[in-house]
Every structure is written in C-alpha cells, then in structure tokens.
C-alpha cells in the first residue's frame, strides 16, 4: 500500500493511516515539507481491468515514486480519465506491453493536468467511434506506445496533444481516423507509426512542433498538415512536407539545357522559387520572347523584373538580360542587341523569388 505524507505535518511525521487520492494544497507547498529522505520505494500494483479506473483514482495526486499499474486483459466499454497528478514520481499504466494486441480494449483515453512528473500508458487496442480516442492536454511528459486505433471512424479524431511540454508517440497503429495525430502548443516526438486510411497523418498547429525519428508503414490523403505556425521536422532534421518541385511549361521551342533545372515550387512562407536554364537553337526576338508561362497559384499580384544571363551562341558574348514575369503567369526575355542568328544555340539562365498573389 502506498503511504502518504500530508502537507499539513512536518517532515517526519509520516502518516501511515492517511492514504489514497488526498490532494496537496499545491506542489509548492510539498517541496517545502518533503525533503527528498522520504521519497518512496517504487510500487507495483497488478488489477483488472473492469478496476483500473479506480485504482487511478484511488492514488495519492502527489507521487514522490514510480507507480506501476499492470492491468489484466479484459474489456471495458468507458473510457480511462488520468487527471490531476504531479510530483517528482512517474506514473506507468501497462496493459499488452509492446505489443499491438487486441486483448487489452478501453474505449478512449483522457489524460490531463499532470504537472511535473511522467506519465506513460502502453499497449491498450482502443475501439471508441464516437469521441476522440486520446486527448493529452495540459501536462508536462506523457508517452503514448504501442496503442492500437484501427477502429473505423472515418469523422472522428484520433490522438490529440495540446500545451503538453513534451510528448512522445511510439510503436502505434492508428487508421481510418480524420485528423489521426494532432499537436498544438506541444514538443510531439512521434517514432514508428504504422496504419491507413486516414484523412490527414500528422497535423501541427498553433506552434506546435512535431518530429519524426522514424517513419513506419503510415499513411493518409494528405500525410503532413501544418496550420498556423506548426512544425513538422522529418528524421532528416529537414521541415515537412517538402516543397512540390514542378517543371515549367516551356514556350516558342525552348527546351531544358541537359540535366539543368526549369522548375518553380512554393516555400513555406508562400514564396515562388524559380530555378530556370533553358536552350534555344533557332533566332529569337530581340525584345519579348515568351520563355515559359507559370499555373494560377505561382503567379505574381503585378507584373515584376528578374535578371538573368543570356549566351547568345558562340560568335557573341555572354550578357545580362532581363526577364518579365507578368501576372498572367507569362515570363518574357528581353534580349538586348545581340540575339543569336538561326542555328546557334542560344542559353538563358536564372533564378528568382516573389510572393505569390493571394
């Protein structure tokens, strides 16, 4: 049985007849009356799962050891609420431990305002449709492994995390949810997730920061979200989801100089990127030939200039030239004097960067 120490007696006076579930006034108030000589030796408790809840609610708010809770198979049709616990202690549920099995079944789990120690839930199958299956909020380390979610809920949200200071995902399936991993205001670590048929995988928003050390068998219509100020960094370390790179569509018999690139792509901040080395071996038009065009989407607000390098064949020199990108998409070469005559290769090479009309 887990003894408690009251707050409301000296260090020293250890209360062998209060137990269970009495609060402290604050955790303040705790680090001045407990000094760490009277920690306690880890505990093991071991109950069904039908019990599992009240053995939760039944522990001290304050945990100054590790508490472990091995719960026997079983189903439950509730849910699992973990609320309102802090201390220097950790706080470790286990169901089918490392491993994605179906013999541990609860319908969602809650966990909240848990301040200042560890939290770690591991190996329950979670069969809710209706609500959303895990919702981590307002904590300070809460691990979430190996969770099996593949029950089909098409509308419903999976895995939730919200102004938690750090958090990881690990070893877990989750399928056929809408947003299936959410992180907002959190340091989400997310290592081996496997499943399908989702609506969007990882989701970051409203500064959140989501890594992925490793990618597992997972996959959803649109893999990587990030809204309003979200990070998705892939194991790389590079940030997610990479810009689309496309070609350009050439115009007037220009083509791409070997390997060299013609592309455009967006940043994350909704800059166009222009890369272009283009070739053309017949005369061109001293003043506005059309080189390429770009899409809606990658189009400036107003008509704009870049610089660019023109090698105008072998018999002429290489020259600065500019080029006009139009807001109907259209980029035009302005030549100068020296166009190359029929025959002669002639090569135009630029980069460039504007924002992208709203």
Same mark, same amino acid.
């Given at each position: 049985m887990l003894r408690f120490i009251s707050p409301f007696y000296r260090a020293g006076d250890v209360? &062998?007849?209060?137990?269970?579930?009495?609060?402290?006034?604050?955790?303040?108030?705790? &680090?001045?009356?407990?000094?760490?000589?009277?920690?306690l030796p880890p505990e093991t408790i071991t109950c069904n799962i039908e019990e599992l809840q009240n053995v939760i &609610?039944?522990?001290?708010?304050?945990?100054?050891?590790?508490?472990?809770?091995?719960?026997?198979?079983?189903?439950?049709?509730?849910?699992?609420?973990?609320?309102?616990?802090?201390?220097?202690?950790?706080?470790?549920?286990?169901?089918q431990a490392n491993i994605l099995g179906t013999t541990h079944n609860i319908q969602n789990i809650i966990i909240t305002g848990c301040k200042n120690l560890v939290v770690t839930i591991n190996g329950f199958n979670i069969t809710g449709?209706?609500?959303?299956?895990?919702?981590?909020?307002?904590?300070n380390h809460v691990n979430i492994e190996w969770m099996k979610i593949i029950s089909s809920?098409?509308?419903?949200?999976?895995?939730?995390?919200?102004?938690?200071?750090?958090?990881?995902?690990?070893?877990?399936?989750?399928?056929?949810?809408?947003?299936?991993?959410?992180?907002?205001n959190t340091k989400l670590?997310?290592?081996?997730?496997?499943?399908?048929?989702?609506?969007?995988?990882?989701?970051?928003?409203?500064?959140g920061v989501l890594s992925?050390?490793?990618?597992?068998?997972?996959?959803?219509?649109?893999?990587?979200?990030?809204?309003?100020?979200?990070?998705?960094?892939?194991?790389?370390?590079?940030?997610?989801?990479?810009?689309?790179?496309?070609?350009?569509?050439?115009?007037n018999n220009w083509s791409a100089v070997s390997t060299f690139p013609y592309s455009y792509y967006k940043d994350y901040s909704g800059n166009v990127i222009v890369n272009l080395h283009l070739q053309k071996t017949t005369a061109i038009t001293v003043n506005g030939e059309p080189i390429a065009v770009l899409p809606v989407g990658y189009r400036p607000s107003q008509k704009l200039t870049a610089s660019a390098t023109l090698e105008p064949g072998s018999s002429f020199p290489r020259h600065a030239v500019t080029l006009?990108?139009?807001?109907?998409?259209?980029?035009?070469?302005?030549?100068g004097t020296q166009p190359a005559p029929p025959g002669s290769p002639c090569v135009v090479a630029s980069s460039f960067v504007f924002q992208a009309a709203a």
């Open positions: 209360r &062998d007849d209060i137990v269970h579930n009495i609060p402290f006034l604050s955790c303040e108030s705790v &680090d001045s009356f407990i000094p760490n000589r009277y920690f &609610d039944s522990l001290p708010k304050y945990l100054n050891c590790n508490v472990i809770i091995n719960c026997l198979p079983g189903t439950i049709t509730t849910g699992l609420k973990i609320a309102g616990f802090c201390g220097p202690g950790m706080l470790t549920i286990n169901g449709t209706t609500t959303r299956i895990v919702s981590v909020t307002a904590s809920a098409s509308t419903v949200h999976g895995v939730l995390f919200d102004g938690v200071a750090r958090a990881e995902l690990v070893n877990c399936e989750i399928s056929n949810r809408n947003r299936s991993i959410e992180t907002s670590v997310c290592n081996n997730i496997s499943g399908s048929g989702n609506s969007i995988g990882y989701m970051s928003y409203s500064g992925i050390i490793s990618f597992g068998a997972y996959t959803a219509t649109t893999l990587f979200s990030i809204v309003q100020g979200g990070i998705i960094i892939g194991p790389d370390g590079t940030l997610l989801p990479r810009p689309k790179i496309n070609n350009l569509v050439l115009s006009l990108i139009e807001a109907n998409g259209n980029i035009i070469l302005y030549a």
